[in-house]
């Protein structure tokens, strides 16, 4: 018999038996766990025995002072009532150190929380923007000049955590922000709060002419602030959409201009987003710059801390990580939202997937 090779084949060798031979069990296989990742937050945890770099030393600088302040006092107060001019209405130096000591213990303490974040938060946010895309600095923030006059007189604007990225060539920056004002006189003065949270400042291509001012209505907020507010003197307008119109209230002496950026599909993705957001928002359309604030208070009435508020003393917790790289990611959303409206980006490039 021939196969294609032309030729019959080569005959085929009888199968040799294996030789016998007593298996041999395989050696017992002992599980090695794989071991557990390390959550986010306890990378940046702060070692509470043996911290290192900036946050020790002055971590010490400060138990110094305490030491110091402590000493300095109990002597001032042992030798006082044997020196023979500390009598009627002399100035107490007791109280002079007292007060010196604490304004020192407090500006220690913030320069161990500055230090502190400048370690651990950047390690979030390139998690969101990608290490290099942008830039942060603790110790700096927007000035009172730099917020619009939303919320009438401004007695104290205090702001850290400056951050400033571009988003597909749109210039971004934001900040935690806090503005405060002083009412009443003597036993009734007090100090109200104006606006606590993240302050967004978004570059606008196009001009926005006359201010557009949108807060929000219904849950408290938006009533306290709107007779102070810049335009609180102009009366709410009626927009096309009856489900934006009951969650914010619009002011703006253009009403016509405003219906140029209140279109119907940037007014469902607005309400998206602010729910989304689940916070108090409020929104200035100024020139070229959108002002959005993003209040620490919830739509529910509920306290939440700052984008940028986490401790020395504690580190950063997972709910902390959780916090700040979700607001990252919403400031880019609000840039994808802004860029869908076509009177204020005329022409826009393709959204880029974050």
């Not at 959780?322 to 959303?333: F, N, S, W």
């Amino acid at each position: 018999m021939s196969d294609f090779w032309g030729a019959d084949p080569p005959p085929v060798p009888e199968p040799v038996p294996p030789a016998r031979s007593v298996p041999v069990p395989p050696p017992a296989l002992v599980p090695v766990p794989a071991p557990e990742p390390v959550p986010v937050a306890e990378r940046f945890a702060p070692p509470r025995s043996a911290p290192t770099g900036d946050v020790a030393r002055l971590r010490r600088q400060k138990r110094g002072v305490h030491i110091a302040g402590a000493v300095v006092t109990s002597v001032a107060l042992i030798a006082l009532p044997f020196v023979p001019w500390f009598h009627g209405d002399a100035i107490n130096p007791v109280g002079l150190l007292v007060l010196g000591w604490i304004a020192l213990v407090a500006r220690l303490k913030r320069r161990i929380t500055i230090a502190f974040k400048a370690d651990a938060v950047p390690a979030l946010l390139d998690t969101v923007f990608g290490a290099g895309n942008y830039r942060y600095q603790a110790d700096r923030g927007f000035t009172k000049a730099e917020i619009p006059a939303i919320f009438g007189r401004v007695d104290n604007a205090a702001s850290t955590d400056l951050t400033e990225v571009a988003r597909d060539g749109v210039g971004v920056s934001f900040a935690d922000v806090k503005l405060t004002r002083t009412e009443g006189s003597g036993k009734d003065q007090r100090i109200v709060t104006l606006f606590d949270g993240v302050w967004v400042k978004i570059a606008l291509p196009a001009l926005v002419p006359t201010p557009l001012l949108i807060t929000e209505t219904g849950n408290g907020w938006s009533a306290r602030h709107t007779s102070h507010a810049r335009g609180g003197g102009i009366p709410v307008m009626a927009t096309d959409s009856p489900a934006f119109d009951a969650q914010f209230a619009t002011r703006c002496a253009d009403p016509q201009q405003a219906l140029y950026i209140l279109t119907p599909n940037f007014m469902e993705q607005v309400v998206a987003l602010d729910d989304a957001l689940r916070a108090r928002t409020v929104w200035m359309f100024d020139e070229d710059t959108l002002h959005l604030g993003i209040g620490t208070e919830t739509n529910q009435g509920q306290g939440v801390p700052g984008m940028f508020r986490i401790s020395a003393k504690t580190g950063v917790t997972q709910a902390d990580v959780d916090r700040i790289t979700a607001g990252a990611r919403a400031v880019l959303e609000t840039v994808d939202v802004l860029r869908t409206n076509r009177t204020l980006f005329p022409t826009t490039a393709p959204i880029t997937e974050a």
